[in-house]
């Protein structure tokens, strides 16, 4: 403000000074010039009104360039203003608000850039390997101090030319001129070396370690998508064994990647036209030998390729964002079949993080309820620990709705991931299910005392456990030795087709003891 008022301050006085000029020159015209004889300039004044107008030259020309002070002042104000709007616009628009490093759109304009001029370069993309499980058991505040952490130890080992982005939540990128393949192999070794110690994060050691996918910007590069999403195609090799791995793009990813869009295209096509269908597996009470619900398993008919398994479309639909759309065709027939059966036998029905984080959820289950006329007491939503990474109070929040409408709740593949007691502390949970792997590692004394731990911690949460995969009369006795409530499997029943529901509950309607012989086992795969 004070530089503002000189400037006006400055500009008055040269208007002044400047007005002074014309009545100095007009007294000097009539004195030496003309040859009038006055005493002072007020007689000339009296005598001439002329130089009356001029004498006020000062006044007015002083006015006159002040407000000319006060438009550039105003003018140099809006232009600082613009300055820092710009610098503000570009802080948002190309800068990680954590970190202080460069985004995706920094990432995305300096690649479009090297395109324009044919410069070669590498791009390596680093993902945080356990960073989900440390944020959610250390705390946000100590993610993002590992976030700040992991930028200071990889800018460490970046040579000149070389820049650091923030593309993800704990994604990176880093982009680096042309170099020999000797190079980059080095630096992205010292990267996944340095990211393998501990880093300090609010007074925590914590280790995160790292997975690197790598690419080259090549001749015939026409857009920042192609290098990204060659060096992603990398990176998701390199955590595919469990992280850690570093992972140079090869011809075999795209070929790969372009078979995973067009059975994308296959999966938006056949939900069209309505060739996804479901089978029901038993769910059986070990106490009465009754028949508690039945599982809905997705499967998929091609008319080209046959029958798909789940374990191939399922996470392609995951990855393409049709896992909602899937999601909800199967919450929609799941529905519509189990409202045929008699009461009280469930269904249940899994649903992704995805389903969860539309804000419509809780709707479209009602409304999946009402269409078919199912009572909610008789529907069961499965989750899996993924959902327990969305945010706290929103999943609580739609977890309440729809347990006040009647829904429950089974948390499956427990024990297999990092789902925490103080999971089933904070989250109204009906079922504990346990995968598959539970039943077939009984042979290890540990994992049987693993088995009975979590029956008992089942029991501690007023939780019913159900274990999946049940396939010898050896397992099922263990299970009824050691208080697993309800089994699913083979020895019970394989996936039945829609149509044959009604007649495996008309032959069970007296209990599937019978069915539960010593010598009744079975081979394969738990259908899932």
């Known amino acids: 403000m004070r530089r503002l008022g000189g400037t006006r301050t400055k500009f008055a006085c040269f208007g002044v000074l400047f007005g002074l000029m014309f009545p100095l020159c007009g007294f000097a015209f009539e004195r030496y010039w003309i040859g009038t004889e006055f005493d002072t300039p007020l007689d000339l004044i009296r005598d001439n009104p002329i130089h009356g107008i001029v ?307 809780v709707e479209k289950v009602e409304d999946a309820l009402d269409r078919n006329g199912l009572p909610p007491g008789r529907l069961v939503l499965e989750i899996t620990e993924t959902v327990f990474s969305l945010e706290t109070e929103m999943l609580q929040t739609v977890l309440r709705r729809l347990k006040m409408m009647g829904v429950r709740f089974a948390l499956d593949d427990f024990g297999t991931g990092y789902s925490s007691i103080n999971h089933l502390r904070q989250f109204d949970l009906d079922y504990l299910k346990l995968d598959k792997s539970f039943a077939d590692s009984l042979a290890d004394q540990r994992e049987r005392d693993l088995v009975r731990t979590i029956v008992n911690l089942g029991q501690r949460f007023s939780l019913t456990t159900t274990i999946e995969g049940v396939e010898s009369s050896r397992q099922l006795a263990f299970m009824r030795e050691n208080g697993v409530d309800e089994v699913q499997g083979f020895l019970v029943s394989k996936p039945l087709p829609s149509e044959d529901v009604m007649n495996f509950l008309s032959h069970s309607s007296h209990g599937v003891a019978g069915m539960l012989t010593p010598d009744r086992t079975a081979s394969g795969q738990t259908g899932g």
């Open 55 to 361: 004498a006020i030259a000062p006044l007015v020309l002083g006015g006159v360039f002040l407000f000319l002070g006060h438009m550039q002042a105003n003018l140099r104000a809006e232009m600082r203003k613009s300055r820092i709007m710009q610098r503000e616009l570009w802080g948002v628009l190309y800068q990680d608000e954590l970190t202080g490093i460069g985004n995706r759109n920094s990432l995305k304009r300096d690649i479009e850039a090297l395109i324009d001029k044919r410069a070669p370069a590498v791009l390596l993309v680093i993902d945080l390997d356990r960073f989900k499980p440390i944020n959610d058991t250390l705390g946000h505040k100590v993610g993002d101090e590992l976030l700040k952490a992991a930028v200071r130890r990889i800018s460490r080992e970046l040579d000149k030319g070389s820049k650091i982005y923030r593309v993800g939540g704990d994604e990176f990128a880093v982009l680096t001129p042309g170099q020999g393949s000797w190079f980059i192999n080095d630096l992205a070794k010292r990267i996944s070396s340095s990211m393998d110690r501990p880093l300090e994060a609010c007074g925590a050691q914590v280790v995160s370690g790292c997975s690197i996918g790598i690419t080259s910007l090549v001749e015939g590069d026409t857009e920042r998508s192609d290098l990204l999403a060659r060096a992603s195609f990398a990176l998701q090799q390199a955590r595919a064994p469990g992280g850690g791995g570093i992972c140079y793009f090869s011809q075999t990813m795209s070929e790969d990647a372009n078979s995973k869009l067009r059975m994308e295209s296959e999966i938006r096509r056949g939900l069209a036209e309505n060739e996804f269908f479901l089978e029901f597996q038993p769910i059986v009470n070990m106490q009465s030998n009754m028949v508690r619900g039945f599982e809905a398993l997705v499967r998929w008919q091609h008319p080209e390729l046959g029958r798909i398994p789940p374990n191939e479309f399922i996470p392609l639909a995951e990855l393409s964002g049709l896992i909602g759309a899937l999601g909800e065709h199967v919450l929609e027939m799941a529905c519509r079949a189990a409202a045929q059966w008699p009461s009280p036998a469930s269904v249940s029905v899994n649903v992704s993080m995805e389903q969860f984080k539309n804000p419509q959820f």
